[in-house]
């Protein structure tokens, strides 16, 4: 039998459940439908942190960093293709953001650096615990306690229209059959579609063929939903890969471990890229080495930073050495070249220059044995494009006007990240414009 609510959000990822949160805090009946058989999505999978500049972990921390910093590094970041207007509410909302999420009972104490950021801004619970999973956690359990209804497996298939605005959407319950929700408001929170192995070899043929790191529910049909009812879509060839994907399982092996101080290798031994550099670039120099791959390489005091390494090491994607001389010795590797690369890193470390690659940020020499390596590669990681939307989060149709009663935020959007997304600002993405939509749609 068909529904009936108020606001009508599609995704229970982190941008769908921070927007039904508002909602419902703004007085709202919600209800939240989820194709698959469990929220989260690719937020579940978010292991970086969440960027945002001026916030009370970073001053617990004596941190010192502004909005403004934030704005630019991501400008850079996206090669300046960023929509200004966006941008500039991504960075001004980011500390809202965490503070709403502390108090919804996050713990986002621990922050640290990802590539591309000029501070340590990246939000996450303190231990390096995965922040994802944390998140989903927190903000399911704050919509549960409003009262908000979670469908699981009921999969959103059509846009419904009256009188030329949305209205509800047809949905396909677990056992084939459907039905209707009507609501005042849709907000689509869909995702991307970097699980479309079609959509993205259509968009860059570059890309064929290239493993994913997202969830399998991550298929795009919400942009094509809303493009079949005129939603502009913008940016919809920015597809980004991820440089630290393990190999053929599609593992991946969060960015912090390079923000911890772990560097890149290669088969012979050597650095060959500045590993703090943006993500499309690492990518781009693993792809040129032998077997393009690369290794990440750190030591003990790296490994003791991150709790997440423990978590490789089970899975059994770690190798490990007592010695340089060992790890060489396993891995085929010139022990001279290897010791050669591990002491001039060090030296950049200890003189505070990385004359080789220029990379800014080197927490820690690596002399601490035991020594690790994880053999990772580029897979498709982020879906920059999607949905044009405007500043209050309703989604825009090719001339630029508001479709009446539809909503969007999270990585189903574009516009936001440009040519390239900064490490951890998708999960600032998802908080702020989540909030936003919420809001708008209750309006
Ligand atoms: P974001 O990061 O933008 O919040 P996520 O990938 O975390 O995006 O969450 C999007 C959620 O939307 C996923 O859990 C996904 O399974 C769900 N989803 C995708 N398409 C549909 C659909 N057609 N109907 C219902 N849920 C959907």
Redo the contacts with the bound molecule.
Sequence with gaps: TDLTTDVLV???????LAAAIEASDAGKDVIV????PM??????RATGGLNAAGTSSQEALDIEDDASIHYEDTMTGGYELNDPELLEILTSQAAPAVEWLIELGADLSDVGRLGGSSNNRTHRPTGGAPVGGHLVQVLQEASQERGVEILLN????ELLIEDDAVNGVLVEAENGETYSIFADAVIL????FGANATMIADLDEGLEGFGTTN?P???G??ITMAQEIGAALVDMVEIQTHPTVVPEIGYMITEAVRGNGAILINRSGERFVDEMGTRDVVSAATLEQEGQTGFLFFDEDVRESLSAIEGYIERDLVIEAESLEELAEKMEMDIDVLQATVDSYNEAVASGSDEAFGRSDMPTGLESPSFYLIEVGPAVHHTMGGLHISANAEVLNEDGEAIPGLFA????TGGIHGGNRLGGN?LTD?IVF?RIAGQSAAQ
Excluded: D, P, Y
């Design positions: 599609v995704g229970a990822g982190g941008a769908g439908i989820e194709k698959m929220a989260g999505g690719n937020t579940l009921t999969t959103a298939v929170a869909t995702g991307g969830h529910g991550a298929t049909e919400g935020a999270g990585e189903i998708a998802l989540g």
